[in-house]
């Protein structure tokens, strides 16, 4: 079936530090991907896309490919700020379904 | 153009009450998902709605019920709380062909 994998944390960085939340999916087609954002007490909403391989999204500082042959779309940034503190989802998109990962929790520290 | 809307946004509730919860989709969104999220399950797809239909469904128990009205609009309801249903419930709307979802801010459900 598919499936989004991705590390769970809590993942704990220092201002200025390099990001990198690793995602794997699992999929029966060519999905679309996402990354979504959830900040305390809100809902998700989308940080960034991609929708076939080799695509890169990009938002915010934040990148992800879409790498069909690793099946992965792991999520960086170079430098991350206190106000990036959130947890992050990602997702994948499939015959009008959509799969979420279970999340990884980002604090950032002064 | 309008996001998603959810009411209430939060609601204390009794065991063995019942509970209904609404979601008004983006303009032209014609699929409304409702997801419940908790601290120790994450978040979990309950059931989604397009065009009054619902196409998928996720796997809770039969207190858990929607509809979808012909503007889109969604309601969910919960009968017969249970303490564990302590959540926030998350609705999504999506466009015609597309899965990029858009969450409302989510009703905070306390059952005490």
């Known amino acids: 079936g598919n499936s989004v994998t991705q590390m769970e944390g809590p993942v704990t960085l220092s201002e200025e530090a390099f990001l990198t939340i690793n995602c794997t999916y699992t999929?029966?087609?060519?999905?679309?991907l996402f990354w979504y954002v959830q900040y305390p007490g809100e809902g998700l909403q989308l940080l960034l896309k991609?929708?076939?391989?080799?695509d890169k999204g990009s938002n915010k500082g934040f990148e992800a490919t879409y790498r069909k042959e690793t099946t992965s779309f792991h999520l960086e940034k170079g430098s991350v700020q206190v106000s990036d503190s959130a947890v992050y989802f990602c997702a994948l998109g499939l015959y009008d379904k959509v799969i979420f990962g279970p999340g990884t929790s980002l604090s950032v520290i002064p | 153009k309008a996001g998603v809307t959810q009411t209430p946004r939060y609601l204390i509730k009794t065991r063995g009450q019942q509970v209904t919860l609404s979601c008004s989709p983006i303009s032209g969104h014609r699929s409304v998902s409702w997801y419940q999220q908790t601290p120790g399950q994450g978040l979990q797809f309950l059931f989604e709605y397009f065009s009054e239909t619902q196409r998928n469904k996720g796997n809770f128990p039969g207190r858990f019920s929607g509809r979808q009205f012909s503007n889109s609009r969604s309601e969910m309801n919960v009968s017969t709380l249970e303490l564990g249903d302590s959540a926030l419930y998350l609705c999504?709307?999506?466009?015609?062909?597309?899965?990029?979802?858009?969450f409302g801010q989510g009703t905070r459900l306390t059952v005490v």
């Open positions: 991609a929708t076939k391989a080799d």
């Open positions: 999929a029966t087609g060519y999905p679309s």
């Open positions: 999504a709307s999506s466009s015609p062909g597309s899965t990029e979802a858009f």
